[in-house]
T-cell receptor
């Protein structure tokens, strides 16, 4: 099946710092999606990207759809404690596959 | 919109028992996905449906697992007989088909414990 390689696996940062995480794949995707999961909850959609090269922002979040359609990154600026959680990338063609997640810890 | 609704939220069952997990997708969505989440394996796609038809069930781990979507507003994932290694959180997600606005939205999951 299609493999998504997400990095880093975990990040420990100070409040106010910027964060960057990315996903790569050997396969091309038509859509890239970024989700956040809090403990005991389902993943919640943060950003959806539909076109190669697309750069999209949602508040302090910025994500890009790589020009090759095989990668995407997510940036979080000026992190705050409530950014804590696990962030997942997902690539969609007909099905939808997930990366292994990036666990973010923000120290006040 | 109430979002994707899964039931039950928690299920504890004895090994060998049948387990049925339920999902109501968002109204108007005609793609539905079942995932299993564990610490070791992350989010694994088990099966997905388009227009109530199973498209790819290659992620279903064994014949003990089966999924149905009898209509556009309901799907079930059944495990019979259940085993302790099936313990995980099972998620359902729904979306419009690929090629349209393809954001997928998740339910809150069913935490299954098989003892």
């Amino acid at each position: 099946g299609q493999q998504l390689n997400q990095s880093p696996q975990s990040m420990f940062i100070q409040e106010g710092e910027d964060v960057s995480m990315n996903c790569t794949s050997s396969s091309i995707f038509n859509t890239w999606l970024w989700y956040k999961q809090d403990p005991g909850e389902g993943p919640v959609l943060l950003i959806a990207l539909y076109k190669a090269g697309e750069l999209t922002s949602n508040g302090r979040l910025t994500a890009q759809f790589g020009i090759t359609r095989k990668d995407s990154f997510l940036n979080i600026s000026a992190s705050i404690p409530s950014d804590v959680g696990i962030y997942f990338c997902a690539g969609r063609n007909n099905d939808m596959r997930f990366g292994a997640g990036t666990r973010l810890t923000v120290k006040p | 919109d109430a979002g994707v609704i899964q039931s039950p939220r928690h299920e504890v069952t004895e090994m060998g028992q049948e387990v049925t997990l339920r999902c109501k997708p968002i109204s108007g969505h005609n793609s539905l996905f079942w995932y299993r989440q564990t610490m070791m394996r992350g989010l694994e796609l088990l099966i997905y449906f388009n227009n109530n038809v199973p498209i790819d069930d290659s992620g279903m781990p064994e014949d003990r697992f089966s999924a149905k979507m009898p209509n556009a507003s309901f799907s079930t994932l059944k495990i019979q007989p259940s085993e302790p290694r099936d313990s995980a959180v099972y998620f359902c997600a729904s979306s419009s088909p690929a090629g349209q606005n393809t954001e997928a939205f998740f339910g809150q999951g069913t935490r299954l414990t098989v003892v």
